[in-house]
């Protein structure tokens, strides 16, 4: 994962600072339900890929510049506890290096996203875009579980760079008030690279990657400046 990613934000607001028509910017903050896709098993390396889904909420909260009345970009910063119930292999790093399986692993991630939208239809106060962007994942910390009622209570520190993804989304807006407006939109990862998890092992392999698509639906309210 390139660590220039977490730039990208800084370059944002660094573009549109010499601006100074502040009612081109927009806060906003959302609730975030998500179903991540994943595989079944990450152990065993010829296993039949067969698919299945996780469910979490996170939060965000974004600023947003119009360019025209159509073109738009944002970005900002979201937290997630993203699960994924994959089996894969947990070497504990007690001192009896016990290993189980792990059906159950929990990664909370900081998700940095930067989008570029635009806005294709607008109706009295409603209006429908569309946007293309890429989520940079920080991954601050990790827990495993059997899926049993087993699991180590320990969190494990991460504070690295995860990977990043590629996001479409499609959303609405609507002016609920001078200010004020309610927004909506739901986002597909066409493509997410995962980095390889040390704690977790499979079939001839000393870590894995978690590998992981996620579709996402973002609502929540934005303020113009």
């Not at 296993?47 to 009345?69: D, N």
């Not at 947990?90 to 189980?100: L, Q, R, S, W, Y």
Request: charged share 15%; net charge positive.
């Amino acid at each position: 994962m390139n660590r220039k990613l977490h730039l990208l934000p800084l370059m944002f607001f660094c573009i549109t600072a010499y601006s100074q028509e502040k009612d081109k910017f927009y806060i906003g903050i959302q609730v975030m339900p998500e179903a991540v896709f994943h595989q079944k098993d990450y152990v065993l390396r010829n296993a039949p890929k067969e698919t299945t889904a996780s469910y979490g909420v996170g939060v965000s909260t974004t600023v947003q510049y119009l360019f025209t009345s159509r073109f738009f970009a944002e970005t900002g910063v979201g937290f997630i506890s993203r699960k994924i119930k994959g089996e894969a292999v947990f070497n504990h790093p007690g001192p009896t290096a016990e290993m189980i399986i792990s059906k159950e692993n929990i990664y909370r991630t900081l998700v940095f996203p930067l989008n570029a939208g635009y806005t294709f239809w607008q109706k009295n106060n409603t209006a429908v875009h569309v946007t293309a962007g890429i989520n940079a994942n920080f991954l601050l910390s990790s827990k495993y579980a059997s899926g049993s009622g087993n699991s180590y209570p320990d969190t494990y520190k991460k504070n690295e760079w995860q990977g990043s993804a590629l996001v479409l989304g499609l959303g609405a807006s609507h002016q609920a008030g001078s200010n004020l407006y309610l927004t909506g939109r739901v986002s597909y990862s066409i493509s997410n690279t995962v980095a390889k998890d040390e704690w977790l092992s499979g079939q001839g392999e000393n870590a894995v990657a978690l590998s992981h698509k996620f579709l996402n639906v973002q609502a929540g309210v934005k303020f113009r400046l």
